[in-house]
């Protein structure tokens, strides 16, 4: 989450910059800035992290109630309804009708709420991605929630991908293949008909279209399914193994090792192409069409070798107790958190000479306001919200059993350390760009 607010901070400030002619090149030539200035991928992380839990989950529950057949497909899907909604009409709510009484300065925006006012129930539908003002996505209300009807979309599709590996490994990874291939075979197809350069940032040899990418493709679901897919099939294996699996010591370096490199290229492997060597048509379609997949398989890497006891330090570092409470916020935080960049800037009534110092700055203040108002809304809304399911649906969800599993989606982890629960996605549950 702090990844992506940091993206964020950087992407959601160009307005208020008055050296970006400067800073601006000089920033991007740097090698180190690229994990900022290619925090997309960010998202990526989790939507495979979602596809993996939602993935492991469903496979117990199946075999503990004996199939497909006898699971209760209205709380699958009505727990993660009603997981996400109110707590995000909420927040929508009261950005549409009390964000005009934060600020007042020359650039805050005064009409960005009308979307909201007319197109809220294409976020209630989580269609939000797909319908929208004017045709662009941007225009939309609350434009950053794109991800949840990505990951609502994805979550209706799961059970496609899930079951099959209920009735073999050959029927699931079929149906991931053509899954695949579909989302695969959309963006490479978009990416060849409009020319586009390897992501929204450039790096291309032809940037005319660059700017349509983000309606066009980034919030689309079926340019953004990949790294979910690898979520998915990573769960079926931890299911399988039962999360245990003794890998050979060369063979778990070799893991790590390919895993550490193909995310460095997905990361870092623009740095020249941002730097006026841009790519050849083919190849930036290459990398516009599977970086996501890559980024994702080496993200369930990370999880599949720590869950199974192959992670060693790492594991130790991603199992600290104190990402726990943190986790628990991260989705009140992604909702709020350009709601405080946005009262900020409006505030402003001149533009920031902006340097690395200014930027960190913004960025540690953004975030720990962020995280603090997302403690209060998740404390005064969001968990009486989830409390009250329990109540209304007593066996929609489990309390954490005496050894200590965890819960998610009203169903018992005993198995997932938290490694595994400390980076999920801010729209799967915990014990939670």
Not at 400 to 414: C, F, H, I, L, R
Request: a positive charge.
């Amino acid at each position: 989450m702090a990844w992506v607010i940091l993206g964020h901070t950087l992407a959601l400030n160009f307005q208020i910059m008055d050296n970006l002619g400067y800073v601006g090149p000089k920033w991007v030539s740097w090698t180190s800035f690229q994990a900022v200035e290619n925090a997309l991928v960010s998202v990526d992380t989790f939507f495979a992290i979602s596809g993996l839990l939602v993935s492991y989950l469903l496979l117990k529950e199946m075999k503990k109630l004996g199939g497909p057949l006898k699971t209760n497909w209205f709380m699958f899907y009505f727990h993660r309804f009603w997981r996400l909604t109110p707590v995000y009409m909420l927040i929508i709510g009261m950005y549409t009708c009390l964000t005009k009484y934060y600020s007042d300065g020359p650039i805050y925006p005064q009409d960005e709420k009308t979307p909201c006012k007319q197109y809220w129930w294409t976020n209630l539908l989580y269609i939000n991605n797909l319908v929208y003002p004017n045709g662009d996505a941007g225009g939309g209300c609350i434009a950053w929630t794109w991800y949840l009807a990505n990951d609502m979309q994805f979550y209706i599709l799961s059970p496609l991908l899930i079951v099959p590996f209920y009735f073999g490994a050959p029927f699931g990874f079929a149906s991931s293949f053509v899954f695949l291939i579909t989302t695969w075979g959309a963006t490479g197809g978009l990416g060849h008909k409009y020319q586009w350069p390897p992501t929204q940032l450039g790096g291309g040899p032809d940037t005319s279209h660059q700017g349509e990418m983000f309606s066009k493709y980034y919030v689309k679901p079926y340019c953004r399914m990949g790294p979910y897919i690898m979520g998915v099939i990573t769960g079926y294996l931890l299911y399988h193994t039962q999360c245990k699996l003794k890998i050979r010591w060369y063979l778990n370096i070799l893991g790590w090792a390919l895993a550490t490199l193909f995310a460095s290229l997905v990361l870092y492997g623009l740095h020249d192409a941002m730097n006026g060597n841009p790519l050849k048509e083919n190849v930036a379609i290459l990398y516009l069409t599977t970086h996501r997949t890559v980024w994702g398989a080496c993200v369930c890497w990370v999880v599949f070798a720590c869950v199974t006891g192959n992670g060693g330090p790492i594991n130790t570092l991603l199992s600290w107790e104190g990402f726990v409470p943190l986790s628990r916020l991260t989705y009140c935080a992604y909702l709020v958190h350009p709601i405080v960049m946005e009262v900020y800037e409006g505030s402003l009534r001149h533009p920031l000479d902006f340097t690395i110092l200014t930027f960190s700055f913004l960025f540690i203040g953004y975030l720990v306001c962020a995280m603090s108002i997302a403690f209060i809304v998740s404390l005064a809304f969001e968990a009486p919200m989830m409390g009250l399911e329990k109540i209304v649906f007593p066996k929609g969800g489990k309390k954490p059993n005496a050894k200590g599993g965890n819960e998610s989606n009203g169903q018992t982890v005993p198995n997932l350390p938290i490694a595994v629960l400390s980076v999920k996605s801010p729209t799967v549950e915990n014990v939670k760009m």
